[in-house]
């Protein structure tokens, strides 16, 4: 029933920046950790971003080490939106990028290192970073 929807993603210059939505239907991701991760070609989905539930636990949020400083995870309940604000996009942040919403009380560490107690995927937005 439920559903998760990327948007925001396309070409930008290196040195640019992006600004990707998540967008849920179907539940309210006020009561889900969530999380964007990405897929480079031929590389493994991995986790960037995740942020727990302020309602059920402390907003906490992690970056992976390659965003960290560049990314910004945020939400907004009243629009039922999870955004990742991209700063100084570099060539190696080509990638898809999806969203997913986890059991409410999992950590950030969890969700974002593991991908543990993912309810839903969104099918992803691509981002190309030229040069």
């Known amino acids: 029933q439920a559903q998760l929807v990327e948007s925001g993603g396309g070409l930008v210059q290196s040195g640019g920046s992006l600004r990707l939505a998540c967008t849920a239907s179907?539940?309210?991701?006020?009561?889900?950790?969530m999380g964007w991760f990405r897929q480079a070609p031929g590389k493994e989905r991995v986790g960037v971003s995740c942020i727990t539930p302020i309602s059920v636990s402390d907003g906490s949020t992690y970056y992976s080490d390659s965003v960290k400083g560049r990314f910004t995870i945020s939400r907004d309940i009243t629009k039922n939106t999870v955004y990742l604000q991209i700063n100084n996009v570099e060539p190696e942040d080509t990638a898809v990028y999806y969203c997913?919403?986890?059991?409410?009380?999992?950590?950030?560490?969890?969700?974002?290192?593991?991908?543990?107690?993912?309810?839903?995927w969104g099918s992803g937005t691509p981002v190309t970073v030229s040069s």
């Open positions: 997913a919403a986890a059991h409410r009380r999992t950590t950030v560490l969890d969700l974002c290192r593991e991908s543990r107690g993912v309810h839903y």
């Open positions: 179907g539940f309210s991701l006020d009561y889900y950790t």
